[in-house]
């Protein structure tokens, strides 16, 4: 009943429609599971073609869970992933390769995305192979990408090694090896967060253009607000496994509801020398254990605004001005 | 990929120790080379196990080197015969009287070292089972001349000279005759026939080869109707004290064989089992640590099971419950070998590398299993793999070479472990033979200093952080 509601809810035209995903890491004892770790509870999003969503929140929110359990490296534990209208939550084995083709994995670092001991030329063949391209077809291919990623002329990078390239062109690299299958959806973990902040904005304005040349979804996981502003049309704020905010990226950053999200904006930094003095109001404390989350709301430990309820019940999710939704007691 | 062999190889001649090894090594695959196309290995193992081939090889001798050291040159092995076409070997017929006649067989060798022969030994062959009677005269430099014995020969009669008791007892009676005393020890047929018959002889420290030209005449007694009919011939092998590039030893085996024809089976034997259990403990790894869980479980405890049992006590037992050659003992020993530590190590650094964003990419663009563990998990411990199969290709040369020295595997290799085993059991050391141990000994280590060189170069290669140390 539950579920089929959900599925109901889906929009037919989304790329992705993801529905109450729970991922449990269970911890062994010997042969026995002693207790789950919760690494996502109750996660539910949409998004639409051709959009990109971006994924914020500090280290340990489940952010990468996500992205990692999108592209089934790791497996749901309950809920739904809807695909392109086709339930893909539990798919397994044979049937999985389709769904594969589909998704682009971008990482976070490009030197161990990328294998050492192969070439270019052998990287960015792997996937062709094993979706089984023609020989013929695949040196055409990994040409073509590689100019679109702007790795110009191709013969100066085609036989090297990683380790040979900088930065950025490792991460144009990986880009590269995310695109080539040509997917749909691009699953984009902290792509700039390692390279330098000069070569960031390249990066991601390549990815930009990418996107609008081949109306690509992107999940762009960050935990750095600032480059959402340019690169993103939604953002979803994530604490401690619960996407606690969820709106168009301007109504997020102009009018942040949840005192979550109001704090990591405080928290971004800024260079203007007048502000130096300026105290950053930034929350106390630690994220919680995922092992033994607080009871209620999961933020309440270092909410500046925590009521009596906080502590006892867990929010809904409430639609605050049509689009944008939060999960927080204070607009209950 | 050609380019990188180059490189690699460009810095591994920087080393020193490398270059040594690399020589070493290269040296010991020649002579592996030569072996075996000069003798194939079945006609190596026959001859080694066979008496025939070497009767006329002296027993015990040192290598003929040792003379290039020593003042006192010691003797080779003279071996002079009638069948084959020597200017030394003379054979006449002289008529006796009417109807009888004499096949003389003169042989003529000269004896210029300065030592006793080992033994010396007279071969008689004739075509018929006819009997005859047969005299041997010997004739010293100085023309001492001593009719050593009389044999009947009927087809085939071999007379060891050096044994002959009652030739010793007339020559004691003839010395003591024209020198008047005894000699105070007690004088081998072998002295006897070759030292100098003045007061020397008397003392075993002052005895002397009598340098100079030797006869040796074999009259055979034959009649008139056996003139034509009847082949006599005769070998005389005055057996030395050196023989060849290596000694022999208490088979009159030319120890040289075993040694050149051991190189190529150590080598095989080294490097098969180490690449082999090399490889085959790392993919066990790499499986164990992808799919993990029950199959992971599965395989450590295997592992520790076999990393208890008793390695050598069931080598001895499955080498007395059967017959094995060297080849099923190399297999033997890789089995044991398979689930062994190197299984735990390798799988510790394929948990490492199974957490290299670079396999979630794979994963994330549907490389199946199989694709992961041989394209890019195993490829990331090549390279520090290398090093440790070329450091332990000396371990199991030596295992080799242990386990035949405790009498486990093939009685009949031909391999320096049954070199070394054959003189422990003939108490070589003990005996002073020193270059019976110390040749196959010394090759033995050679080769573990070849390989660890280079072993050592190469791990400091693909493991940069090695070099500051």
Known sequence: MQKGEDIKSCNPSDLLCVRKLCVWHPIRKFLTVSGYIRALDDVSFDLERGRILAIVGESGSGKTTLGKTILKIHQPTKGRIIYDGKDITFIKGKEIKWYRRELGYVQQDPYGALPPFMNIRQILEEPLIIHGIKKSERIYKVREVLEEVKLIPVEDFINKYPHMLSGGQQQRVVIARALILRPKLIVADEPVSMLDASVRIEILTLFRELQKKYNLSIMYITHDLSTTKYFSDKIAVMYAGHIVEMAQTYKVLSKPLHPYTQSLIKAIPDPDPRNRTLFREIPPGEPPSLLNPPPGCRFHPRCPYAMDICRREEPPVIEVDGTHTVKCWLYG | ?469
Do not use: C
Request: hydrophobic share 50%; net charge positive; glycine share 6%.
């Open chain 2, 1 to 469: 990929m050609m380019r990188r062999v180059k490189a690699l190889f460009r810095e591994l001649l920087m080393y020193k120790s490398a270059l040594i090894g690399i020589i070493i090594i290269t040296s010991l695959i020649i002579l592996s080379l030569y072996a075996i196309i000069t003798v194939p290995y079945g006609e190596v193992v026959r001859k080694w196990n066979s008496i025939e081939p070497w009767e006329d090889l002296p027993k015990n001798a040192m290598p003929s080197w040792v003379n290039i050291f020593s003042h006192r040159k010691l003797p080779e092995t003279i071996v002079l015969d009638s069948r084959r076409i020597d200017l030394n070997v003379n054979k006449t017929i002289i008529p006796v009287s009417s109807g009888k006649y004499i096949l003389r067989l003169l042989f003529t060798f000269s004896y210029i070292y300065d030592d006793f022969p080992n033994e010396i030994i007279l071969r008689l062959y004739s075509n018929t089972t006819k009997q005859f009677t047969v005299q041997i005269t010997w004739i010293k430099p100085g023309e001492i001349e001593y009719v050593i014995g009389r044999r009947v020969l009927r087809g085939y009669e071999a007379y060891y000279i050096s044994s002959d008791e009652e030739f010793l007892k007339r020559f004691y009676t003839n010395l003591i005759n024209r020198l008047g005393s005894r000699p105070n020890y007690d004088v081998s047929v072998d002295i006897a026939l070759f030292a100098k018959e003045d007061s020397s002889i008397l003392n075993r420290n002052t005895v002397e080869v009598s340098k100079g030209e030797y006869r040796t005449i074999i009259d055979v007694l034959i009649g008139e109707e056996d003139l034509n009919r009847v082949q006599i011939d005769a070998k005389l092998v005055v057996y030395g004290k050196v023989y060849g590039a290596a000694g022999t030893d208490h088979r009159r085996r030319d120890l040289a064989l075993a040694l050149i024809w051991g190189t190529p089976i150590a080598l095989a034997f080294g490097l098969v089992a180490s690449v082999t259990i090399t490889f085959a403990q790392m993919f066990i790894a790499a499986i164990s640590a992808w799919y993990g869980r029950g199959f992971d479980f599965i395989v450590q405890r295997v592992t520790e099971i076999f990393m208890v049992l008793p390695f050598l006590p069931i080598l001895l037992m499955i080498s007395y419950l059967y017959k094995i050659t060297i080849w099923m003992l190399l297999g033997v020993v890789i089995l044991l070998s398979i689930f062994g530590s190197g299984v735990k190590n390798y799988r510790a650094i394929f948990l490492q590398i199974k957490e290299i964003p670079y396999i979630e990419a794979a994963i994330a663009y549907g490389t199946s299993s199989f694709r992961i563990v041989f394209r890019y998990m195993i490829p990331k411990i090549l390279p520090t793999i290398i090093p440790t199969i070329v450091l332990s290709v000396p371990d199991f040369v030596f295992l080799e070479a242990a386990l035949a020295l405790l009498g486990v595997g093939d009685p009949q290799a031909v391999t320096w472990g049954r070199v070394l085993e054959d003189a422990a059991r003939e108490a070589a050391l003990y005996k002073g033979y020193y270059y019976w141990i110390l040749q196959p000994s010394l090759l033995l280590l050679l080769t573990a200093l070849g390989f660890a060189m280079l072993g050592l170069a190469l791990d400091k290669i693909f493991n940069p952080r090695l070099r500051e140390m």
